[in-house]
């Protein structure tokens, strides 16, 4: 049963306002309204995190990845339900919401296991040596939690990147209490994980002020959060303006604070000649899938492909467009999500240059239509607005007169999350040649694949140079994101009785590099 309350540190409070969620396919409203949080209610959540961090960011090892992997089988056990709310308030299928909601889950227990490793603390022991002039001090180095985190929910992952996705798990693994603001796009299904933590909260014997959720439609909340003293840094997936917003707040604070935020990319994909000779066609019809997936509403969807001009070429744009055919139009996000899409299309379609490929079916009501335009290289680099992301199902195939051309276009790009390569062996020399330019670009180089997907390991990076996110040295997918809210302390001379336990010469249980070598 929902209450649309906010969770202050334990405690569900009404609010200053109300607002309803909408079912996202027919635009009706859905019970119950929810509260919105007040300027009380934000400086209480985070007053509540700054008391517990202390308790929380110093818990053994072992006790934090209990209450993760508590909070997952809680998740867990709210079932169909959770799925059902979701789709209503998303417009997501069931299998990719049960597929999101396994993944929420498994990044929780990931970093339970990661927090239980050790090897995050990066613990490092130089030992005295008084032979040295002048004498050398004994110097003990870990990593400490940074303090509480504001977490902003994402509108296309109602459960991966949102109450308790990727940036909240890697938060609480390093130790951070979480004040989460809630996506208005989905508030009871942000009530009901928000349940599920809470409960994990308690069960673990933990303080309260752990994990708070605010709920709230106004730009005011988001700025109340990031501005509290108490917040010690940002986790946000978003929009590039809402992100740029927050690193405003942040940088203007007394004491600024990093925000790490995902905000935008294109994400350009590379089709080889040899490659596209042997397979046109088929890559043709699978970059039609990649690009209309989830009506386009990944981080990742391919915004860009580059060619060289000919026949194979010809062959692709031809094939793109008969699959085109066959993509149904699908429901996005939210009415203003689809508003800009279309918004963003139609700009798109006024450009100089730009030829229309093919359309998806037609919809009614606040359906997605994939499309794909053709255009020349040179008027794509006579004009910024083809680089400009369309979040939903588009994209531009741009004909370059040579790889020396297309070479040119990827080294004038902003960064991005992805860069893709396809390419057969004969295609590795020149292949090899346009690799710098990809990791300079990106986060992730990806050979023979599209860029949707984003498994979540120890050697993902979800990231990448500004404006894909706002630190590219960050990642906010696999257990590399626990980094983003952890600092390094070292100790001098400490004596042994005050020395963290982790940093005792006794201590053997994780891996540790003393006096330079890495000894288990």
């Not at 007040?38 to 209990?66: H, M, T, Y």
């Not at 349940?195 to 909260?201: L, P």
Request: net charge negative; glycine share 10%; aromatic share 6%.
């Amino acid at each position: 049963m929902l209450h649309g309350k906010n969770l202050i540190a334990g405690d569900w409070r009404t609010g200053t306002g109300e607002f309803r969620a909408h079912d996202a396919a027919s635009g009706n409203t859905i019970e119950p309204s929810f509260q919105e949080a007040s300027a009380k209610d934000v400086a209480d959540a985070c007053a509540a995190a700054a008391e517990a961090q202390r308790v929380f960011g110093n818990l053994p090892r072992k006790d934090r990845a209990a209450f993760l992997r508590s909070i997952a089988d809680k998740i867990d056990a709210l079932g169909s339900e959770l799925t059902e709310r979701a789709m209503s308030e998303s417009g997501l299928p069931e299998a990719r919401l049960n597929g999101e909601r396994g993944r929420t889950v498994g990044q929780l227990r990931l970093f339970a296991a990661e927090v239980e490793n050790g090897a995050w603390q990066a613990l490092r022991i130089d030992h005295a040596d008084p032979s040295k002039t002048p004498p050398k001090p004994d110097l003990r180095l870990r990593k400490i939690p940074l303090g509480p985190v504001a977490v902003f929910g994402a509108s296309n992952f109602p459960l991966a990147f949102s109450v308790a996705g990727g940036d909240t798990a890697s938060a609480l693994a390093a130790g951070c209490c979480v004040v989460v603001k809630g996506h208005p796009a989905h508030p009871g299904t942000s009530e009901m994980v928000a349940t599920a933590i809470a409960e994990a909260v308690a069960e673990c014997g933990l303080p309260a002020g752990v994990f708070s959720l605010l709920n709230g439609t106004g730009y005011g909340l988001g700025e109340a959060l990031v501005k509290d003293p108490r917040i010690a840094a940002v986790g946000f997936t978003g929009s590039r303006a809402g992100g740029l917003a927050l690193l405003e707040y942040a940088a203007a604070r007394a004491v600024p604070i990093p925000v790490y935020a995902e905000m935008s990319s294109i994400n350009p994909v590379v089709l080889m000649p040899a490659r596209m000779e042997s397979a046109a066609e088929e890559l043709a019809k699978a970059y039609v899938g990649s690009l209309s997936l989830g009506a386009g509403q990944f981080c990742t969807n391919p915004g860009i492909v580059l060619a060289v001009a000919g026949g194979a070429l010809e062959r692709f744009v031809a094939a793109a467009a008969d699959a085109l055919t066959q993509v149904p139009a699908q429901t996005m996000l939210t009415s203003s999500i689809h508003g800009a899409y279309d918004k963003g299309v139609q700009t798109l379609s006024q450009q100089a240059g730009a030829q229309l490929v093919g359309e998806g079916a037609e919809g009614s009501g606040p359906c997605g239509r994939a499309v794909v335009y053709t255009v020349s290289a040179e008027a794509f680099r006579k004009n910024p607005a083809f680089e400009q992301e369309v979040f939903g199902p588009s994209s531009i195939i741009v004909s370059c007169a040579s790889l020396a051309e297309l070479a040119e276009i990827l080294e004038a790009m902003e960064g991005q999350l992805t860069t893709t390569l396809h390419m057969e062996p004969a295609d590795y020399p020149e292949a090899a040649k346009l690799l710098p330019i990809l990791e300079e670009r990106s986060g992730r180089v990806i050979a023979n694949a599209w860029p949707t997907g984003v498994d979540v390991t120890h050697a993902m990076v979800h990231g990448g140079p500004f404006p894909a996110t706002s630190d590219g040295r960050s990642t906010s997918v696999g257990t590399l994101a626990i980094d983003r809210f952890l600092r390094p302390v070292s100790y001098q001379d400490m004596p042994e009785a005050l020395l963290p336990d982790s940093l005792s010469d006794e201590s053997a249980s994780v891996l540790r590099r003393i006096d330079g070598t890495f000894v288990v």
